[in-house]
């Protein structure tokens, strides 16, 4: 359980950080490149094995966690697109009420049960997530406006997906560490090359507040995922439980987060949603 609370902070701090890049103007790509990097770091100090990539080549894992960059570095952006022009709620309702697609493959690859109980708290559960990032009326309302949040909602269930089927068939628990490090490092290499498209194409300039933006990121970037892949290693629950249990409490706490330090108005049914998640958390874990 100590697994799923720190990888639910870690998460909802990711959102808060994003939320402030565009107070302080920060350059979201830059940035993002940075927290790879630093993630990539944060990765090699804990990890307890030497970073031999000749070795890492060969390693099950390797073609999944190369796949994995490519979809953090995507994913992240879009998140940090949608956090700034849709609000802090909304880019968590996209990327959590994703929770439907590793909840789909749980139940169709890994046999996970599915109760009466279970189901009604898996819709309710979305519903939750539905109602507790529910904006005013109007909010989002061009078609264009969606296109992030799509594209966040089927990249992160891609990734939580991807995660599950790694942990589960390919990735060794002594080696959490080395594949979050080797998997940030891709995430990396793929930013470098759009930066650098970058420069050349439109002569964007790096700026330190940039570069401290994308450290400030990184460290708790690495711990959301490392966090994440621990929580999916314990057998404590059944993956479409971890998940459902997971991606609720992140929207519940990034909500409060947007509420506290964005001033982000909450409304009846806000108060609905939160209700409905604890009931859902209930049901799912009963």
Do not use: C
Request: proline share 2%.
């Amino acid at each position: 359980m100590i697994y799923i609370l720190l990888s639910v902070v870690f998460n909802a701090v990711l959102f808060v950080i994003l939320k402030l890049f565009s107070r302080y103007s920060i350059n979201t790509l830059q940035a993002l490149v940075v927290n790879y990097f630093t993630a990539f770091v944060m990765g090699l100090f804990f990890s307890n094995q030497a970073f031999h990539y000749p070795s890492i080549v060969e390693k099950s894992w390797y073609p999944g966690s190369f796949f994995l960059g490519f979809l953090f570095i995507s994913v992240f952006y879009a998140t940090a697109i949608t956090s700034q022009r849709n609000g802090l709620s909304v880019a968590s309702v996209a990327s959590k009420m994703s929770v439907i697609i590793p909840i789909s493959f749980g139940i169709a690859l890994f046999g996970d049960s599915l109760t009466i109980f279970k189901v009604i708290g898996i819709v309710l559960a979305l519903l939750a997530v539905y109602f507790t990032s529910k904006k005013e009326e109007g909010a989002v309302t061009e078609s264009k406006s969606l296109l992030y949040p799509l594209l966040v909602f089927f990249g992160a269930g891609a990734i939580d997906t991807s995660l599950k089927i790694l942990q589960n068939d390919y990735l060794p628990e002594n080696e959490i560490a080395l594949f979050s490090s080797h998997t940030f490092l891709m995430a990396f290499s793929i930013g470098i090359i759009l930066i650098g498209v970058n420069i050349f194409k439109f002569n964007m300039k790096i700026t330190g507040k940039n570069i401290l933006a994308g450290i400030i990121l990184g460290i708790p970037n690495y711990f959301s995922l490392y966090y994440l892949v621990k929580m999916l290693d314990s057998e404590m629950f059944e993956s479409s439980t971890i998940f459902t249990i997971h991606n609720v409490a992140i929207v519940m706490v990034s909500t409060l987060a947007g509420i506290l330090f964005f001033k982000e108005k909450i409304s009846k049914r806000n108060g609905i949603g939160i209700g409905l998640a604890l009931l859902a958390i209930l049901l799912v874990t009963g």
